[in-house]
């Protein structure tokens, strides 16, 4: 192993991205973004029109090549050699995403493509059942968290509109809906592990929680 792996779990815009990548920078690691691979598996599914029948579905899975080169500070997916663009982070692939992710099949192939690019460690890898389910022997495992309020504010902020009342509203609603698909699947679902350290970040800023994930990695070997 070159480095530990640092797991970092919670609801949707909790802050995990942001924060996992730049723990790895800090720590001169990757970011692997598990969130990515079910986004891309959405996309590609509803671009090419076989989401909706979950025959061809399987089909389909079975078929796309999935590769994840480690390029500094992070992971470069790629879906049968394309590399998926800005449509990633639309709001309609995160909530396709999120039913794409409940089925066996989807996780089972994200499992896979998630351990071998974990294999040599030196990951800060964020997701909902990273520690739990991913990388259960990883030697940091964080829990964030955040009021929905919050995180609506922050998606509104990331998307660069006015948090008017209304879009804080539609936004507050569609991660009110994903969180309790994703809490409630049978199959990986969201979850603290027993040992993950849970932050509340809802008072606090980027720095202050990179600097406390930074600090527990150090003393755990990173
Ligand atoms: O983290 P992100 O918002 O990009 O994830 C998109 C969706 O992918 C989530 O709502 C969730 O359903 C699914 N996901 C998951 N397990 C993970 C990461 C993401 O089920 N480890």
Not at 137 to 151: G, H, M, Q, W
Not at 158 to 167: K, L, N, Q, S, T
Not at 183 to 191: F, Q, V
């Amino acid at each position: 192993m070159n480095g530990i792996i640092v797991a970092i779990d919670g609801p949707a815009a909790s802050g995990k991205s942001t924060t996992a990548r730049r723990v790895a920078q800090r720590l001169d690691y990757c970011h692997l973004n598990s969130g990515l691979l079910y986004r891309t598996i959405a996309w590609l599914g509803l671009r090419d029109d076989w989401i909706h029948d979950s025959d061809r579905f399987a089909y389909e899975l079975e078929r796309i090549r999935i590769t994840m080169e480690r390029r500094s500070p992070g992971f470069i997916v790629r879906a049968n050699g394309e590399i998926p663009g800005d449509e990633l982070t639309a709001p309609q692939t995160a909530i396709r995403a999120s039913h794409v992710a409940a089925r066996l099949d989807v996780r089972e192939r994200v499992l896979e493509v998630l351990r071998a690019a974990g294999l040599n460690g030196g990951i800060a890898c964020d997701g909902r059942d990273i520690g739990t389910v991913v990388f259960p022997d990883a030697a940091l495992k964080i829990f964030l968290v955040a009021s929905v309020e919050e995180r609506a504010r922050r998606r509104v902020a990331d998307h660069g509109v006015e948090p008017d009342r209304e879009r804080l509203e539609l936004e507050i609603s569609r991660l009110r809906e994903r969180d309790a698909r994703d809490s409630a699947r049978d199959l990986a679902p969201l979850l603290r592990a027993p040992e993950a350290i849970e932050i509340d970040t809802t008072r606090l800023t980027p720095d202050e929680v990179v600097d406390e994930i930074v600090g527990l990695a150090v003393e755990r070997g990173a």
